[in-house]
């Protein structure tokens, strides 16, 4: 095979694998919001959209778009009655993405290495890192108190903001009582 269409080949097959690392991330933190909706709100109906643009797969509980960037999760049954379960609903994401990062940082430390035959050992440490770094700014961007800056999710409040909104009308409810 010519050198130029092996490079070719192998650049192709990066950019493979790093779209589905990329999806991976994404659908991780979208499925702990469904998991914090199955355990806090005993909701078995749900939607997890990932990514942005053309897309790629529609199903009743997936949608994949092409830049698996962004994502959002939608409860399709109204069993969020209460401030505590919608807590849990929106930490689920953040919550796995935490999991995530403290995992992989577990195996990066531990000394455990994994090179499948198909992938040197410069190559696994490269796409782990990226999983790690891909989780830590999903972590980051979600948890913070604001808003998404771009993406179908521009505009909207993050998790964090979501859930220091639930917080301050606990607050702002329970001193109506008060009153």
């Known amino acids: 095979m010519p050198k130029v269409l092996a490079?070719?080949?192998?650049?192709?097959?990066?950019?493979?694998?790093?779209?589905?690392?990329?999806?991976?991330?994404?659908?991780?933190?979208?499925?702990?919001?469904?998991?914090?909706?199955?355990?806090?709100?005993?909701?078995?109906?749900?939607?997890?959209?990932?990514?942005?643009?053309?897309?790629l797969l529609d199903t009743?509980?997936?949608?994949?778009?092409?830049?698996?960037?962004?994502?959002?999760?939608?409860?399709l049954e109204k069993k969020i009655d209460s401030h505590a379960k919608l807590i849990m609903v929106l930490a689920g994401g953040p919550v796995l993405s935490l999991l995530l990062v403290v995992g992989l940082l577990v195996l990066k430390t531990s000394g455990i290495s994994i090179h499948p035959e198909i992938f040197g050992p410069e190559s696994m440490?490269?796409?782990s890192n990226y999983v790690l770094w891909m989780s830590i700014g999903m972590l980051?961007?979600?948890?913070?108190?604001?808003?998404?800056?771009?993406?179908?999710?521009?505009?909207?409040?993050?998790?964090?903001?979501?859930?220091?909104?639930?917080?301050?009308?606990?607050?702002?409810?329970?001193e109506e009582e008060k009153e």
């Open 7 to 55: 490079v070719i080949m192998e650049l192709l097959l990066a950019v493979v694998f790093l779209w589905l690392l990329s999806f991976l991330v994404t659908f991780l933190h979208e499925f702990g919001h469904a998991l914090g909706y199955m355990l806090g709100a005993g909701g078995r109906r749900w939607h997890i959209r990932v990514g942005s643009g053309k897309v």
């Open 60 to 75: 009743k509980v997936l949608t994949v778009k092409a830049f698996p960037f962004d994502g959002y999760f939608s409860p």
């Open 125 to 127: 440490d490269f796409l």
């Open 140 to 174: 980051i961007i979600t948890a913070r108190p604001g808003h998404y800056s771009s993406g179908e999710n521009n505009g909207m409040a993050t998790d964090g903001q979501k859930i220091i909104n639930v917080i301050k009308k606990i607050k702002s409810g329970s």
